[in-house]
């Protein structure tokens, strides 16, 4: 690991492989960011700060023992490990340096906010896979609307713990880098908490055909999260990629809403009553602006893209999309036949499809 | 709401007569009746309404339309082109109302050799399009000139001495007879001029269609639709642009009082031809009429679908409209312009969203060729269904006022109760009796016919026909199916689902998308068309350019005929407006002043209150 690199680095200020030293989601976060894209602002606590608070508390070298004596195709073993090592990042708290570093990053936040004690998301990013992996191996550690140092450093800890996840571990088993802390390590990311009316995922493709002149966006009240958990019917809004006209608005039924917990921290679920339920939560306009950066992102990324949004108030209130997330479309994108092979003259074209139209059977 | 899909619409030879139309087949020809006799064909065979063309129930006489157009379309598809996968399309009337079946060739090996017959012939016209379309409007125009020299003979009481010096075998009678064949003739070849181009036309844009739909299965045929068309001028537009040509002319001689101050169009045109500027303005009106105001207020599929020239009352009120305009300061120009680009930013858009160069290059090769055969498909109609249209309807009626004359029946119109081979029977029983002078069975046996006739058909006027009969078919097969009249998987199983009866909704084709509520104009015909104000929802049988002034006032529209390719679809898409063509009854089922939802994605029109504000007018 370079000597140089921060413990904690502003994500505008990320330099060289960002991806190795913030992670996959932070890096993306940072290059959507670069690319201009309303994504908000946000601090990586790089894998150079996890590497020091294991050197300088030995916390690595006890996982290093506890790691050893896993068996990979033991669920038991890899659970009864992974909680041990949890149990570790809850009692040792991070190093005063790394902390003071910590909170000047998270004092800048408050300058920039504008708010004493902001509200950020916390979330675990991986580095040395790509996010789907990475999504696949659980280390997908999510803290929202984490207040004040303490609830961030003890998020930070518990983003680190989340390296040695059941899944991580039985993930990491199989990869050549072994079990152990390894050569990759893990990083945080810390960005400014979107405080969502609405959010939801937005597809540059049509959920079941796969129509590339589409942006499907499905919207819910309040956090994204009931609509990627699948909790509510979201209100699904289609735009045309071509025309940039609305073609489909299906209200869905919103009937709950993740909200932060003002009292506790966090986030806490609400009873959305039925009329707001059933009314679509996102008008044309926005929908639209929403679908341009779905085009604009899938044009930069040259892939279909499965975006995660939100829509805040900003600070006069005033409704801002913000971004949150993107990654390429995984599911259904395998070589695709072309749809025509060229052929000699206009003339073949039409008997080609005509033949076709003869063996055409009626879809009722 | 049925949820469960129907594999078969009622039964073709099952549906019941309305009441009071009893003995309604009496007036048509026994081949296109559904009947016992060919029953197990019949039954096999999916029939649809022709609710594009034959939304209202068929006149006896208007059945050559049908006629000669379903000889055309399999005479070309099957014996000339040998389309692959279909024949033709057969054609029944039931209760008065057109029912078509497509007849696709379900045999492979006979589909693949029908393909290389067709990619010969079908080949020589796409390779040769351009010039061949030159050609046949030459061709056309030489047909439409000798339809307007047919002159009908007149049955003197003495034929002229010219006959015996000149030793002339052939009397009047002959003529007349003569007549009356070279006129049905006329019409008869009208309809082969009209499918030598536009069936593998339709086979282009079909090939087109299939292949965006494949490409973006999301897609809507409005897109598929505003990608091809608008090409060029199209002749149908012709009448609306010397319309406002001569609007501009009237504004600049300072003639607006002599079209406001009211009055029918021939008292206007005598008024105008009192003044040097009015004289002035009436030159130019000459030099626009004719042959373009021979548009109809129709799709020139009925005898009643009049001329602008036949009814100049479309002309007084479009002037009026477009001096009224002028006169605000309006801008006259058609948003063809925009329309256009914007088919082209649509089609740029789609084609870079393609995956591959190949699929690049056989759009660019497949919209080529739609794009090229859209000019003679948009404008083959100007010719065909109007101009030469009109010119046959009005020989039909001087041929009509001969058969007054003579006592067969009382009124013009009345000749279009007689099916075609009637009024050959007619004419004969004529012939007959005029050349010994001796008495006619007709003038007693056609008023009553005549005029149970016509009850029959105005009952048949608010009976609905089912959209479809018969089982639902394995394959559609033929491409003017899909791109004309609409038959899919999608339209079918609109068709098989129910319509809510409590709400009043009617189902027709989405031609245009957007959702427009407001007040329902009903226009049934030009004289109503200046009745139509700003913002209401245009409920029409159908319409055509020579609507066009209408078009600028309304905020949606509904008519009972039509298709995606029709010219309210067009025309509401340049504007902007939402519209469901295809609908069937709507000018029957909706009254003016009723409020009503036009939902131009779903093809469903409701009427929300049944209340009419009397305010507005009938």
Redesign the interface.
Same mark, same amino acid.
């Given at each position: 690991m370079s000597a140089e690199l921060a413990p904690v680095v502003w994500f505008d200020e990320l330099e060289g492989d960002v991806r190795a030293v913030a992670g996959g989601k932070s890096a993306s976060l940072v290059e959507m960011r670069r690319a201009g894209f309303p994504v908000p602002p946000g601090f990586a606590i790089t894998v150079a700060a996890f590497e020091r608070f294991g050197e300088e508390t030995g916390v690595h070298a006890k996982v290093e023992r506890l790691v050893a004596t896993v068996d990979p195709d033991s669920t038991q073993s890899l659970r009864a490990v992974s909680e041990q090592i949890a149990a570790l990042a809850a009692d040792v708290r991070l190093p005063a340096d790394l902390m003071r570093l910590v909170e000047s990053a998270y004092r800048r936040m408050a300058q920039e906010t504008g708010e004493d004690d902001p509200a950020v998301a916390v979330r675990s990013s991986a580095v040395g896979e790509d996010s789907a992996d990475a999504s696949f191996a659980g280390q997908q550690e999510t803290y929202l609307w984490v207040r004040g140092l303490t609830e961030l450093e003890l998020a930070v800890r518990r983003c680190w713990a989340s390296y040695f996840s059941p899944h991580a571990l039985s993930y990491r088993a199989r990869l050549a880098g072994g079990l152990g802390v390894g050569t990759v390590g893990m990083s945080v990311g810390v960005q400014q908490m979107a405080d969502a009316d609405v959010a939801g995922v937005m597809f540059t493709r049509?959920p079941t =055909? !796969?129509?590339?002149?589409?942006v499907a966006i499905e919207a819910g009240l309040g956090l994204g999260v009931s609509v990627v958990a699948g909790e509510i019917t979201p209100d699904e809004i289609?735009v !045309? &990629?071509? *025309?940039r006209?609305i073609?489909k608005r299906k209200p869905g039924n919103k009937r709950l809403r993740y909200v932060p917990d003002r009292d506790t921290g966090g986030t806490r679920c609400e009873d959305v009553p039925e009329d707001e339920a059933t009314q679509l939560c996102l008008d044309d306009e926005t929908a639209k602006q929403l679908a341009e950066y779905g085009v604009r992102l899938e044009r930069h990324y040259g892939a279909a893209q499965d975006v995660e949004w939100a829509l805040t108030r900003g600070a006069d209130d005033t409704p801002t999309l913000v971004l949150l997330q993107s990654r390429p479309i995984t599911t259904g994108q395998g070589a =695709?036949e @072309?749809? /025509?092979? @060229? +052929?000699p003259?206009? *003339?073949?074209?039409?008997?080609k499809? +005509? +033949? /076709? *139209?003869?063996? &055409? =059977?009626?879809?009722? | 709401m049925a949820n469960k899909q129907p594999n078969t619409f009622p039964d073709p030879l099952s549906v019941p007569t309305p009441e009071g139309c009893e003995g309604w087949e009496e007036m048509y020809p026994y081949y296109v009746l559904f009947s016992e006799d060919r029953a197990e064909y019949e039954r096999s065979k999916f029939w649809f309404q022709n609710r594009y063309h034959l939304m209202d129930p068929l006149k006896p006489f208007d059945l050559v339309t049908p006629e000669f157009c379903y000889i055309a379309i399999a005479n070309r598809n099957n014996r000339i082109f040998q389309l692959p996968p279909a024949t033709g399309v057969d054609f029944r009337i039931v209760n008065g109302y057109g029912y078509l079946s497509g007849s696709p060739v379900l045999d492979e090996e006979r589909v693949a050799a029908r393909a290389v017959t067709f990619g010969q012939r079908a080949g020589h016209y796409f390779e040769n399009w351009t010039e061949i379309e030159k050609d046949w409007l030459e061709r056309a125009k030489g047909e439409i000139a000798k339809l307007e020299a047919l002159e009908m003979p007149d049955l003197p009481e003495l034929e002229d001495m010219s006959l015996v010096t000149n030793h002339q075998a052939h009397g009047a009678g002959y003529e007349m007879h003569q007549f009356f064949n070279r006129l049905m003739e006329a019409k008869h070849l009208a309809w082969h001029f009209h499918m030598e181009m536009i069936l593998i036309g339709f086979g282009a844009y079909h090939t087109f269609f299939e292949f965006c739909q494949q490409a973006f299965p999301e897609i809507d045929k409005q897109s598929i639709a505003n990608m091809i068309m608008g090409m060029g001028t199209t002749p149908m537009n012709r009448a609306d642009d010397e319309l406002k040509r001569l609007a501009r002319v009237a504004v600049d001689l300072d003639l607006d009082d002599a079209f406001r101050s009211g009055g029918s169009a021939e008292e206007i045109f005598e008024r105008l031809a009192d003044s040097d500027t009015g004289r002035q303005w009436l030159e130019e009106y000459d030099k626009s009429k004719y042959p373009w105001f021979m548009v109809n207020t129709g799709d020139g599929m009925y005898s009643h679908h009049r001329a602008w020239l036949d009814d100049p009352r479309m002309i007084v009120t479009g002037l009026k409209g477009y001096i009224t305009e002028l006169r605000a300061g309006k801008d006259l120009s058609r948003p063809q312009e925009q329309q256009r680009a914007e088919g082209d930013r649509i089609a740029q858009g789609y084609r870079e969203l393609l995956e591959s160069e190949d699929d690049r290059k056989a759009f660019d090769a497949m919209l080529g060729l739609a794009r090229l055969v859209s000019v003679h498909i948009e404008g083959h109609k100007f010719y065909i269904e109007h101009w030469w249209h009109g010119l046959f309807y009005n020989k039909v009626r001087d041929l009509s006022r001969v058969f007054v004359r003579y006592g067969f029946w009382n009124d013009t119109e009345d000749i279009f109760y007689l099916h075609q081979a009637e009024v050959y029977e007619a004419l004969i029983d004529m012939l007959l009796t005029w050349a010994g002078e001796w008495p006619a069975r007709g003038p007693k046996y056609w008023p009553p016919k005549v005029q149970r006739r016509r009850e029959i058909l105005e009952r048949l006027q608010d009976w609905t026909p089912p959209p479809a009969l018969g089982p639902v078919p394995e394959v559609v097969g033929d491409p003017v199916l899909s791109m004309l009249w609409g038959v899919d998987g999608d339209a079918l199983r609109e068709w098989a689902t129910p319509v809510d009866a409590d709400t009043t909704q009617l189902r027709g084709t989405p031609a245009s998308s957007g959702v427009v509520e407001g007040l329902a104009r009903v226009v049934h015909g030009v004289d109503q068309m200046d009745t139509v104000q700003q913002g209401e929802i245009l409920v029409a049988p159908t319409t055509n350019p020579s609507w066009t002034p209408v078009f600028r006032r309304i905020s949606a529209c509904v008519a009972d005929g039509g298709g995606m390719m029709s010219h309210a679809a067009i025309v509401c898409r340049e504007h902007g407006l939402p519209a469901v063509v295809g609908a069937g009854r709507a000018t029957r089922a909706v009254k003016t002043g009723q409020r009503i939802r036009v939902d131009g994605n779903t093809g469903i029109v409701t009427i929300l209150e049944d209340r009419v504000d009397r305010g507005r007018g009938e």
């Open positions: 049509s =055909k !796969n129509d590339r002149s589409i289609w !045309n &990629k071509v *025309t006209e073609v =695709k @072309p749809v /025509a092979t @060229p +052929l003259s206009q *003339t073949d074209y039409v008997i499809q +005509l +033949l /076709a *139209t003869s063996r &055409k =059977k009626v879809q009722m | -």
